[in-house]
C-alpha cells in the first residue's frame, strides 16, 4: 500500500478534495491547512481521513497543487520537491 498517512481533520473525507469550501468554511486556519493538506498529498499513497473511508491518492489530485516557480506553475517539480 505504500506510505499511509492518518491525516484527522486535516481531510474530512476524500470528497472534499473536489470541494473545498466544504472545509474551507470549517477550518480556523484555512491557509496553513491548505498548505498540510497539499503536503499529505504530495507524501502520501492512502490516506486515513477523519470522517471517511481511506482513500489512494489519485495522481489528479497531486496535480492540482500549485507549485510556483517565478511567474508559471511547473507540477513535474513535485516529483523532486520534499517537505
Not at 476524500?14 to 498540510?36: G, H, N, V, Y
Not at 481521513?49 to 489512494?56: A, V
Request: charged share 20%; hydrophobic share 40%; glycine share 6%.
Amino acid at each position: 500500500m505504500g506510505i499511509i498517512l492518518v491525516t484527522g481533520d486535516v481531510f474530512e473525507c476524500e470528497e472534499d478534495i473536489a470541494d473545498p469550501e466544504s472545509w474551507r468554511s470549517l477550518s480556523q486556519f484555512p491557509l496553513l491547512q491548505e498548505k498540510s493538506r497539499n503536503s499529505v498529498l504530495i507524501k502520501a499513497d492512502t490516506i486515513i481521513p477523519g470522517h471517511g473511508k481511506l482513500f489512494k491518492v489519485a495522481y489528479t489530485y497531486t496535480r492540482q497543487i500549485p507549485f510556483k516557480l517565478g511567474n508559471f506553475i511547473d507540477i513535474n517539480l513535485l516529483a523532486n520537491f520534499y517537505f
